[in-house]
């Protein structure tokens, strides 16, 4: 591990979070303020999980591509002419030019804008203008078939774009299994096939001064419903919620009388399967390291956690509805009345997040501490944090 990771964040702080939770600290204000420790987190964390960089339904016929970036790796997904979707480095092997700026529809081939060398949607390099020579566009020295796109290792599972940028994470069915598990006890064995996007007012993008772990550290608990949430703990109470934490990459919490329906007016198609002694039950889980997800008998919602730097995130939010019935006009309404609610949760928590992030900065705050009861699922978070980190400072 480099000298400058090392001396940003030491072995003992790392330590010192997997304490028992009454008495452990919490990750040193560094994890949360420094660009070199954001870059360590991307290169010695990230980049060896599965972490979420886009949704394919953004890519809504053949042929489309569109460019992403995942805490500064230039990423391109694609859905070549068969419809498979897939994630390439968005640079061209020539000279390491961006290839793609904008998101759209290609009619023929990807084409670099410095020196004309075009790619297939298979990312196969297919055309090298003047490599030989003037006029000579192929040479018999320079073997295009080892000159393609450099493709991500990538899985979609609920319309959710992962990639292992390292190549060697255990198999994403493995790492998403114990959760498939879980709520094919709510959803029912083929739940996932059954959600369905509608583009029209079913996302959210909010941008928020804050490193990306407050916002998942947030999302894991409860806590702060009372405070935070005055109108969520009018239909999802403080006192109904119960902790999750399970195989050392999944946190958050449920609700046993989430009750948005009747608040809200929003009677929507529900997963047949959804047990009938359960429909007031939810569960909102923090899928480690970028990911949280909701689920309800209703509705369901993934929001990818996109970290742009070390003080700036952007929270992106798609909603799925339950069956081809619930895209209809009539449910139109029902649709808008659940993003706008869930609009008012997330908006609410930008001062708490953005307040964390701006006591990061003071010299009298060293980590902090937990609740014995309820941080339990925050302090499983940094758990996992500060495990990945031991490991990659003792390599």
């Given at each position: 591990?480099?000298?400058?990771?090392?001396?940003?964040?030491?072995?003992?702080?790392?330590?010192?979070?997997?304490?028992?939770?009454?008495?452990?600290?919490?990750?040193?204000?560094?994890?949360?303020?420094?660009?070199?420790?954001?870059?360590?987190?991307r290169d010695q964390i990230m980049s060896k999980t599965w972490v979420c960089?886009?949704?394919?339904?953004?890519?809504?016929?053949?042929?489309?591509?569109?460019?992403?970036?995942?805490?500064?790796?230039?990423?391109?997904?694609?859905?070549?002419?068969?419809?498979?979707?897939?994630?390439?480095?968005?640079?061209?092997?020539?000279?390491?030019?961006?290839?793609?700026?904008?998101?759209?529809?290609?009619?023929?081939?990807?084409?670099?804008?410095?020196?004309?060398?075009?790619?297939?949607?298979?990312?196969?390099?297919?055309?090298?203008?003047?490599?030989?020579?003037?006029?000579?566009?192929?040479?018999?020295?320079f073997k295009c078939e080892k000159h393609g796109l450099k493709a991500l290792?990538?899985?979609?599972?609920?319309?959710?774009?992962?990639?292992?940028?390292?190549?060697?994470?255990?198999?994403?069915?493995?790492?998403?299994?114990?959760?498939?598990?879980?709520?094919?006890?709510?959803?029912?064995?083929?739940?996932?096939?059954?959600?369905?996007?509608?583009?029209?007012?079913?996302?959210?993008?909010?941008?928020?001064?804050?490193?990306?772990?407050?916002?998942?550290?947030?999302?894991?608990?409860?806590?702060?419903?009372?405070?935070?949430?005055?109108?969520?703990?009018?239909?999802?109470?403080?006192?109904?919620?119960?902790?999750?934490?399970?195989?050392?990459?999944?946190?958050?919490?449920?609700?046993?009388?989430?009750?948005?329906?009747?608040?809200?007016?929003?009677?929507?198609?529900?997963?047949?399967?959804?047990?009938?002694?359960?429909?007031?039950?939810?569960?909102?889980?923090?899928?480690?390291?970028?990911?949280?997800?909701?689920?309800?008998?209703?509705?369901?919602?993934?929001?990818?956690?996109?970290?742009?730097?070390?003080?700036?995130?952007?929270?992106?939010?798609?909603?799925?509805?339950?069956?081809?019935?619930?895209?209809?006009?009539?449910?139109?309404?029902?649709?808008?009345?659940?993003?706008?609610?869930?609009?008012?949760?997330?908006?609410?928590?930008?001062?708490?997040?953005?307040?964390?992030?701006?006591?990061?900065?003071?010299?009298?705050?060293?980590?902090?501490?937990?609740?014995?009861?309820?941080?339990?699922?925050?302090?499983?978070?940094q758990k996992w944090l500060a495990t990945q980190t031991k490991i990659a400072?003792?390599?």
């Amino acid at each position: 591990m480099s000298n400058v990771s090392q001396k940003l964040i030491s072995v003992q702080q790392a330590e010192n979070v997997l304490n028992p939770i009454h008495l452990a600290n919490g990750m040193p204000n560094v994890a949360y303020t420094n660009q070199d420790y954001f870059n360590f987190e991307r290169d010695q964390i990230m980049s060896k999980t599965w972490v979420c960089v886009g949704f394919a339904s953004d890519l809504a016929q053949n042929g489309s591509v569109k460019p992403v970036e995942f805490m500064g790796l230039p990423l391109l997904m694609m859905r070549n002419r068969e419809g498979l979707v897939q994630v390439f480095h968005n640079v061209c092997s020539h000279r390491g030019m961006r290839l793609v700026d904008q998101e759209g529809v290609i009619e023929g081939v990807i084409r670099c804008p410095y020196h004309s060398w075009s790619y297939d949607l298979n990312g196969q390099l297919k055309g090298t203008p003047h490599v030989g020579g003037i006029g000579q566009h192929k040479d018999e020295r320079f073997k295009c078939e080892k000159h393609g796109l450099k493709a991500l290792r990538s899985a979609i599972w609920m319309d959710m774009v992962f990639v292992n940028i390292s190549g060697d994470a255990v198999a994403f069915e493995a790492h998403i299994a114990p959760l498939v598990e879980r709520w094919n006890g709510f959803w029912g064995e083929d739940g996932l096939a059954q959600i369905r996007r509608v583009n029209m007012g079913g996302q959210l993008e909010i941008e928020v001064a804050t490193n990306w772990k407050l916002t998942v550290e947030n999302y894991c608990e409860a806590y702060h419903l009372p405070w935070v949430h005055p109108a969520l703990n009018t239909y999802s109470k403080l006192e109904d919620h119960y902790n999750i934490l399970f195989d050392d990459r999944f946190a958050g919490q449920g609700s046993y009388k989430y009750n948005l329906s009747d608040t809200a007016g929003t009677h929507l198609p529900k997963f047949p399967s959804w047990p009938t002694d359960k429909l007031r039950h939810a569960e909102y889980v923090a899928l480690f390291p970028n990911v949280l997800l909701g689920i309800q008998a209703d509705h369901v919602f993934a929001m990818m956690i996109d970290p742009i730097n070390a003080e700036k995130t952007i929270e992106k939010l798609r909603l799925y509805f339950v069956g081809d019935e619930s895209t209809q006009d009539i449910y139109a309404e029902c649709r808008a009345a659940t993003l706008a609610s869930w609009k008012v949760v997330f908006l609410e928590d930008i001062n708490a997040v953005e307040g964390m992030q701006k006591g990061r900065h003071s010299p009298g705050f060293g980590g902090g501490v937990f609740s014995p009861e309820m941080d339990l699922p925050t302090h499983f978070f940094q758990k996992w944090l500060a495990t990945q980190t031991k490991i990659a400072l003792e390599a």
